[in-house]
């Protein structure tokens, strides 16, 4: 199947910060999502990518989708404590027949240092 | 608005018991997923289902099963339970179509230990 490199791994910042992480796959995809998964919950959506070069923000998250299609980063402005969690990006493929396959990759885990 | 609805959210199991995890969804949704987590990875895809009467295998379908009878309900059998499938649980849903705002919505999770 599709793999997603999703960097960095884990990360720990000050509270304040800038983060920024990316994912970056060797096939292409029509849509990227990221997600937040705070322990012992299910992920959330944080945003949505439909369209190549595609810059969208949410609050202080901005995301964009890659031009090429295969990559797409995840920036977080002004860290928060709350912000702590588990970042995962997935890719979106449509595969006919209304078939989407959906990959994740591996999770970026971010600590909010106050 | 409950969304996706996973039951229970934590069990333990016995090596070869079996059990179900339930899922429901309440948005009308066409597809639904069942996916596992385990620790520091991604989540992989078991099983999906593309409408009520439908399912297929995912990337790691060996060891569950799954039935949609209904839009709402879309069950993961666990037969035999093995070590290996201690995991995280998740199911998930989307609707259908091709334009923007088609985004898929998890549920809490279950969180599985076979001992």
């Known amino acids: 199947g599709q793999q997603l490199n999703q960097s960095p791994q884990s990360m720990f910042i000050q509270e304040g910060e800038d983060v920024s992480m990316n994912c970056t796959s060797s096939s292409i995809f029509n849509t990227w999502l990221w997600y937040k998964q705070d322990p012992g919950e299910g992920p959330v959506l944080l945003i949505a990518l439909y369209k190549a070069g595609e810059l969208t923000s949410n609050g202080r998250l901005t995301a964009q989708f890659g031009i090429t299609r295969k990559d797409s980063f995840l920036n977080i402005s002004a860290s928060i404590p709350s912000d702590v969690g588990i970042y995962f990006c997935?890719?979106?493929?449509?595969?006919?027949?209304?078939?989407?396959?959906?990959?994740f990759g591996k999770g970026t885990k971010l600590s909010v240092i106050p | 608005n409950a969304g996706v609805t996973q039951t229970p959210k934590f069990r333990i199991l016995k090596i070869g018991q079996s059990m179900t995890l339930q899922c429901a969804q309440d948005m009308n949704h066409n597809y639904m997923y069942w996916y596992r987590q385990d620790p520091g990875m991604g989540l992989k895809l078991i099983y999906y289902?593309?409408?009520?009467?439908?399912?297929d295998k995912g990337e790691v379908p060996n060891g569950y099963n799954v039935s949609r009878s209904t839009t709402e309900d879309f069950p993961l059998r666990l037969e035999l339970a093995a070590p290996s499938q201690t995991s995280v649980y998740f199911c998930?849903?989307?609707?259908?179509?091709?334009?923007?705002?088609?985004?898929?919505?998890f549920g809490e999770g279950s969180w599985l230990t076979v001992v």
């Open positions: 289902s593309v409408g009520a009467g439908i399912t």
């Open positions: 997935a890719g979106q493929l449509y595969s006919g027949a209304g078939s989407y396959q959906l990959t």
């Open positions: 998930a849903s989307r609707n259908r179509g091709l334009i923007s705002g088609n985004t898929i919505y």
